[in-house]
């Protein structure tokens, strides 16, 4: 059993820049890939970026590319998600996400456990 807290969420004006956290607890949690996803109003989850469990791949969506950064430090048992040049349409609820075996990284299918979500509010 993993548990996931977020946190780091708020609101910004476009162009500024936050940092997600992601609280990992569980046995195991090393060996799971962790992943943001968000969800806007009225949408669908998406997507937004992972990282493998040994830290030594990264994926991204490409909407985030060149802007937003994801790193875990396993001795923490935490995931980050640092977002700069923030722009209105990245205003979503963030979810965090363990993985155990993600054969398609960025389906939501593929993620085992979630956290309850932090808002991200960006303002034009």
């Known amino acids: 059993q993993v548990q996931l807290v977020e946190s780091g969420g708020g609101s910004v004006q476009a162009g500024g820049s936050l940092r997600l956290s992601c609280a990992a607890s569980?046995?195991?949690?090393?060996?799971?890939?962790l992943g943001w996803f968000r969800q806007a109003p009225g949408k669908e989850r998406d997507f937004v970026a992972a990282?493998?469990?040994?830290?030594?791949?990264?994926f991204y969506a490409d909407s985030v590319k060149g802007r937003f950064t994801i790193s875990r430090d396993n001795a923490q048992n935490t995931v980050y998600l640092r977002m700069n040049s923030l722009k209105p349409e990245d205003t979503a609820v963030y979810y965090c996400?363990?993985?155990?075996?993600?054969?398609?990284?960025?389906?939501?299918?593929?993620?085992?456990?979630w956290g309850q979500g932090t808002q991200v509010t960006v303002s034009s």
């Open positions: 569980g046995p195991t949690v090393s060996l799971y890939t």
């Open positions: 990282i493998s469990q040994r830290v030594d791949g990264t």
């Open positions: 996400a363990a993985a155990r075996v993600a054969r398609n990284i960025v389906s939501v299918r593929d993620y085992n456990y």
